[in-house]
């Protein structure tokens, strides 16, 4: 493969297109099971075949049992006059994900007991859930639950929860080796724009362009709910996971903080490098953290069992920025240029991976003439200028070092030194082994 | 052994505790041989029930001898008015420690020649010893020897220097297994309070409290003279000190300063971790000193023939406070609030040894559903909380960590993981092995 | 060897011994091949008997080629009223060294393309050469080049490039073993007094006084043609390199910058733990770098295929002061202080390397009795004074530590050390192993 993967894969108007597509799933009510997901899946297969799995309800999955599907139509609380004062249709996120269905009439005391709020936030609707616990809920801004007066309320919340299946997707780009690159994105999220909106379209867009593109490894796009949808995709593929060489959890790209990787728990795993490299070389302002044993779907892939070299890549760490997990992460909240920034460097790392490799310098005996070759300047006395990273790729070449470990040691960015591999190949100075 | 050493160690008290029985053996004239040692020992017997030995004059012990036994009774220096001017009987510090029997009478200028005082800390009477060069010789305030007139002298010590024996102490408290942890402690200082009353003091504290206490390692007591005596303890132990796993030498515990741990001369071992996520963790004004061979009995501890896992515990290092060797080292100098708090630390290193283990996850394929053991919220969208713990000890189980690595990874105290792993082990989802 | 070889070569005079040779060396005209590396190793040969060694004209080294001999006579440039307006006679640099012959009439402007000048430093003349492009051409300062008036002028270079041979000179300093020290510096630069006059002049001054020393080492000093000279010495030395055990490439010695040590490309081989532990012992300012691909030969020393363990010594880093590769490199930059200064630190590595060893203490069950052999106070209670350094090495003397890792760890320098373990071994209480 070419070393212009990046540029291949890129254009103008990624930013655009990934807010674009974004701004389509961000209506859509999703959770962990349902039509919400089947609806975001089918939506995305206009640019790329996902293949549905359905795993039906009670199916064990390691420690754990597909629930029963979650469906929802409607739901409100009116007041004395009739009025929605809680209106579902108006957000997705006013009932607490998975509630119960309920119609019933209360008091406002009895009814606060069902309502979540933030007093710190008192304009945003929080983002709740109850997967595992029966109960019905929902979520409102504080300010509006502070002028709701003293009297019967009625609630209505005309949702199913009824044996079904839990639903995830998958795409398998498929390269010249069976390794497998995983890109990871949780599709349970209702109406965040951020999380995760932002990752499922950024991935769909990458998947769409990689088609064209002849690479190395075979790229897994996994969209599938968080947490008890990637055990059941893991439970299900137990057998061949071992093939996955490099990964990323994709979420929240789409803000103007970050970006920040973290590490996967070996902490010391190729992707863990690359990543590394990609933010210290591309965005100056990016945060390296170490593997922490909580955050998205990296939690099961690293889990002790299968400890996959899978990091978690975002803008703003989740959980740190005011907007998460409210209504303020909308489509206001994310931008075509952060968006199109993240996907750079995720084709960045992309781009070192697929073109690693253990080069073997052919004249390891003293440098090589670069002059009668054309590689170095003719007039002496000035300095080494751009063969610099000929002298280092030159030097490093024992068969030791990759390309990344050059351009670590050279502190240069990988592309620079893969550059200067490329054109000391072309004059016959490098060897690159099979397999290397 | 349950978690709650520290909790079985400890009572309000103990500060003052080790406070009265510091200041009980504070007033006897120990040396590194002779009645001091044995009268010290003998008082702490109250106690503890040590054990003592008694090693005779001549017996050679590695590169060493053990020397001939020094008893004083009496010691002054009268002038001509026959006033004592320097009075044993108000300070056994006035006596160079192993001085030589005298009785003559001298001119203030030839008499100067065997006084040492403090020119710089006038009101302080120093500490000095001669235990391998015959002389003899006083300590004295500065200012007092600033006050004698020109004259004649009277010097006095009467001072036995003969065949006898070397005594030290020793008590074993066994636990289950015959790996030993070392609490060491010198018992040759005469009337200082820091240096060394507080450490016999807290050592046979803690001796006293821990037998009514079932232990995983078994707990050795020893207190013997600095260096002749420690010597003499291993070249006589020699075939067994392989069985010692941990080891604290303890002086110095009274003071307001530090505390401070100086590691052994391997630097990793496992008293050297423990110390210093101690410390790190309770004591965050602690220093944490590399290796250094001069000190206390570390010095014969980690000889290089030896090089057993024992380290310096203290609160001021040696010889960097002023009172230091000084009659400025007396009771007025450790504090009761001080003491507790050492012996806390030191209960702490022995909670964290006592239950360290290297935990397996039973559930190693992604994360256990800890919701429906009552591990988790029931609350979706919040964050980890209390559940972090968990997390970290489920994460890192996999047989090769220990609960203090993963302590130091989690940047979480000891016991937190530790209640974080009881806690998964009570719900099955953790195993220790036997002798892990 | 005793421990005082660095007071053995050392005296009072060696600085301005060393820049009266350099100023000797300064006016003769050195090129990569030609008269000026025969005059300049003819004249050293009053001090030490270096041997010189001519490789032909189109003798194959490696990937390169010998290149034809360069010599010059004289070289001009001449107005219109007959002046020499850029004179040869006055300054060697005004030619660019390896110029093909001219002799021509130009108008100023086509005059111009052949004329270096520094803008930013308009009164130096700039140092340029073109060894393996065949052109002609002047360097001059860029305010006289700017007095130039418009109109013809005449250029003449009388200069040859013909079949000949590449000069380099060796001398070898015999020691106990056949294991070596390499001193390499180049000799192909003109007159410039730092880069590499100083060198040459430091390293012959050195040989000269090794003479009469008897070492472990052999001492090889190489003064090759930079680059191609180096290049034809390895070529024809391939199966004997093995034997190099350290090595320095040592330029621009004399000025008051630095001293600066750039490490082989092993990165802690013992001549960069050595450079290292006496810069930061002896020279507080000095920096330490990680080796790059670019500088001097060490460039070709540290080749992947040789790999030998050869970092560069210097003041100023090359490349980094004004002076560098121009006329204001001249006698006045260099210093006898700093030429002094220079040669005692390499000296105090070749110290170090002479004299380390992995000692054995003979006493390793806890500390020997240092009393009883005059090595201790013998007043105790006032600290370890002197006597720190001989419990470091008895404490390290495990056979596993060489007298250099003590130092390190000691952090005391590592003349103190070896002083130390002089007086042990004089007490029986170290054993130095052969070889060790």
Same mark, same amino acid.
């Given at each position: ?7 291949? @894969? ?14 389509? @799933? ?52 009116? &007041? ?91 795409? @398998? ?26 990752? @499922? ?149 992309? &781009? ?33 200028? &751009? ?50």
């Amino acid at each position: 493969m070419p070393d212009t993967l990046a540029s291949q @894969l890129d254009d103008a108007s990624i930013g655009e297109e990934i807010f674009a597509l974004a701004a389509e @799933l961000y209506p859509i009510c999703r959770s962990i099971t349902g039509d919400g997901v089947r609806a975001t899946l089918n939506h995305l297969r206009q640019h790329v075949p996902f293949e549905l799995h359905e795993v039906p309800t009670g199916t064990p999955v390691f420690d754990w049992t597909i629930p029963r599907e979650w469906n929802i139509r409607d739901a409100y609380i009116k &007041n004395a006059a009739g009025e929605r004062v809680v209106d579902f249709r108006s957000s997705n996120l006013h009932v607490v994900n998975y509630s119960m269905p309920v119609h019933d009439r209360l008091p406002l005391e009895t009814l606060k007991k069902h309502i979540f709020t933030l007093p710190d936030q008192p304009d945003l609707i929080p983002y709740r859930t109850s997967y595992y616990a029966e109960r019905w809920g929902f979520c409102m801004a504080h300010n509006r639950l502070m002028e709701l007066e003293d009297g019967l309320y009625e609630v209505f919340i005309d949702a199913t929860l009824q044996n079904g299946a839990l639903t995830y997707g998958e795409y @398998l780009h498929r390269g010249e080796t069976d390794y497998e690159f995983l890109l990871s994105a949780h599709i349970c999220h209702p109406s965040l724009a951020n999380d995760n909106c932002s990752g @499922l379209a950024l991935l769909t867009r990458l998947a769409e362009r990689l088609a064209s593109v002849k690479t190395r490894y075979s790229y897994r796009f996994l969209f599938a709910p968080g947490t008890v949808g990637a055990i059941a995709w893991l439970a299900r593929n137990e057998q061949t996971v071992g093939r996955i060489r490099h990964g990323l959890v994709v979420s929240c790209v789409g803000d103007a903080g970050g970006p920040t990787y973290k590490k996967s728990r070996r902490g010391n795993s190729a992707i863990d490098r690359t990543m590394t490299h990609v933010l210290r070389c591309m965005a100056p302002s990016s945060t390296i953290l170490d593997f922490v044993p909580y955050g998205y779907d990296e939690r099961q892939y690293c889990s002790p069992g299968l400890n996959l070299p899978v990091g978690l890549f975002q803008r703003s760490q989740f959980a740190t920025f005011p907007q998460y997990h409210t209504s303020g992460d909308n489509l206001d909240f994310i931008r075509p240029a952060c968006l199109a920034e993240s996907y750079r460097l995720i084709c960045a790392a992309l &781009n070192i991976v697929e073109n690693d490799c253990r080069p073997r310098n052919t004249m390891p005996m003293c440098e090589p003439q670069l002059g009668r070759r054309g590689l170095y300047s003719a007039v002496g006395g000035e300095g080494p200028g &751009n063969s610099l990273a000929l002298l280092w790729v030159l030097s490093l070449s024992d068969g030791t070092n990759s390309l990344l470990d050059m351009a670590e040691r050279a502190n240069m960015p990988f592309a620079v030194i893969a550059a200067a591999a490329n054109r000391l190949r072309q004059s016959g100075l490098l060897l690159v082994p099979t397999g290397s």
